[in-house]
């Protein structure tokens, strides 16, 4: 169930290193896996940054949540890999743009794994956000892991008043989820209204100048990540401008009704 | 064979046991009342009921099928059960539609979904709102609702947790009346409440369930004037109950629990009393 994904982008305090780092240098690291991701189109560039994360998942001791949000995410993979595939993509290039969401689900999911929300908004205020912004960010990834219990509570009663979510066309189908999503939809909007309501009620906003108890303080050991995670990064750029990588795309194909698409 | 058997069992949320060595059978047309703290399992216990969840270990048997042979869409035929928050499932434009939809799902005629659903909006109060939207209502009518959908398909068993939440005290006695109704029309109903004074209303068989198993199990009078076991199930006493308890030097029995059996037992014991004075 899709559901599970969501485990896998929840924070839970752990004594590893990842969860003391700082979250800037830790997000300038998932910054730098998603920009090279973005940047190579090339199936093994992409496994070789997806294997490179397994370390620091391991170092985490998160491995087991991570393969859960793996698990979580295969449908959708599944549905990049299908999409690309019948739209005539090649097979290779199919499973490389399949590899880049896996690697993007990886990557996210250990910052989420191990940093706090609470870090997360002072890194936020840190970066000179506003307040109200950076408290909307945080309370928006606090709210995932209980909005996804409650989807979780909807599928139950729902299925419980006869709602076989499974079968039929596909079409069918997905007309079955408006029972789902129109009482998720509906009582997200009234959590946030009665939790505006809770925050007005609490002062909150009433002082421009907010002092935090704790501060973010960068240790050498996260200056060395941010420092390696940049010239990672620049390495990145360098090769894909300079260096040629084969493609090794041996170009087979579905073959559509219009035959092969033009241009290939 | 209708009934309710649960054989040895055990469930687990990833690495949390939730329920252990649970074994009990609910007799057809049996009422239920299943009480306990807050967490010790009480909705895991019924969402096995319907085959929501499969045991982790042992077996639970609906009508003789077991839960595991069989799809919850299957089972909401014959189990049906409200959540406790009617937000979790209400979504159609009009009362009238979201009290239909189970039965749509169950595939009945359109003229019985249209006698059925209009009979249950009656009995449930909710007749002058079948063309309303569902979101436009208060918080006890959206509880109705939801009752009334689940309840429109006339399951042979009924399980409703915490149904009382969020009803006035009125809307509660029709509740009570209506649940009552239901029963001795042979449907079994099962409870899962907090509400004690509720439970001393409606007089089920009581199963306390403390940390994930079964504590204790027996007439709702027997568990409910039994201190200990109630305070172990962070539950509190009945308010008669109290009341009488603490009459110490009166020496009431600990089994009265409520207002008319407390009123006959102190008009004999002053009874008493004035016949020795005089």
């Known amino acids: ?264 | 064979m209708n009934m309710i058997e649960v054989k040895d069992l055990h469930f687990a949320y990833e690495d949390k046991e939730v329920l252990r060595d649970i074994d009990l059978t609910i007799s057809d047309g049996e009422f239920v009342a299943i009480m306990g703290e807050n967490g010790a399992g009480k909705t895991t216990l019924v969402k096995h009921f319907n085959g929501l969840l499969k045991p982790a270990r042992g077996e639970v048997l609906i009508d003789g099928i077991s839960t595991r042979k069989s799809t919850v869409a299957h089972l909401s035929r014959n189990v049906g059960l409200v959540f406790q928050n009617p937000d979790h499932q209400l979504f159609s434009e009009t009362v009238f539609e979201e009290v239909a939809f189970s039965m749509r799902n169950l595939g009945y005629p359109e003229e019985t979904i249209r006698k059925r659903v209009k009979f249950i909006l009656e009995t449930l109060d909710l007749g002058a709102y079948a063309e309303a939207s569902p979101f436009m209502l208060s918080g006890g009518e959206r509880k109705r609702v939801a009752l009334a959908s689940v309840l429109v398909s006339d399951p042979k068993h009924i399980i409703l947790d915490e149904p009382t939440i969020g009803q006035d005290y009125q809307q509660k006695d029709r509740l009570r009346n209506f649940i009552i109704q239901m029963n001795s029309q042979g449907r079994t109903v099962v409870i899962v409440t907090h509400d004690i004074e509720f439970v001393v209303d409606c007089k089920p068989r009581v199963i306390l369930v403390s940390k994930g198993s079964i504590l204790a199990d027996n007439s709702y009078d027997s568990i409910l004037s039994d201190r200990e076991l109630v305070e172990k199930a962070s539950l509190v006493s009945p308010q008669i109950a109290a009341l009488m308890s603490s009459l110490t030097n009166l020496n009431f029995s600990p089994k009265i629990l409520d207002l008319y059996h407390a009123k006959s037992a102190l008009e004999q014991r002053f009874g008493e009393i004035v016949h020795k004075a005089v």
């Not at chain 1, 509570?153 to 419980?160: E, G, K, L, M, N």
């Open chain 1, 1 to 264: 169930m899709s559901i599970r994904l969501f485990e896998g982008f929840k924070f839970k305090q752990k004594a590893t290193l990842l969860h003391r780092m700082d979250p800037r240098p830790k997000f300038l690291i998932a910054l730098t896996i998603f920009m090279l991701s973005l940047i190579f189109a090339n199936f093994v560039v992409l496994l070789v940054l997806f294997i490179s994360q397994l370390p620091l998942v391991y170092v985490s001791k998160s491995m087991r949540r991570w393969f859960g949000s793996m698990k979580g995410g295969v449908v959708l993979a599944a549905m990049i890999f299908i999409m690309n595939f019948l739209t005539g993509s090649t097979l290779v290039f199919s499973a490389t743009m399949t590899l880049r969401f896996i690697v993007l689900v990886s990557a996210f999911s250990m910052f989420f794994m191990t940093t706090s929300p609470d870090d997360l908004g002072l890194a936020l205020e840190k970066a000179r956000l506003p307040y109200t912004l950076s408290f909307t960010f945080t309370t928006a990834v606090r709210l995932v892991p209980t909005i996804a219990l409650e989807a979780q509570t909807i599928v139950d009663a729902q299925r419980s008043r006869g709602l076989e979510l499974d079968r039929g066309s596909l079409i069918q189908r997905v007309r079955k989820y408006v029972p789902i999503l129109i009482p998720l939809i509906v009582s997200a909007i009234r959590r946030s209204t009665e939790l505006a309501e809770a925050l007005e009620s609490r002062a909150f906003g009433a002082v421009k100048n907010r002092q935090p108890l704790a501060t973010l303080q960068m240790k050498p050991l996260d200056w060395a990540a941010a420092a390696i995670a940049l010239a990672v990064l620049a390495a990145g750029i360098y090769v894909q401008i300079y260096v040629p990588i084969p493609s090794f795309d041996n170009g087979i194909r579905m073959p559509t009704l219009w035959g092969v698409p033009p241009g290939s």
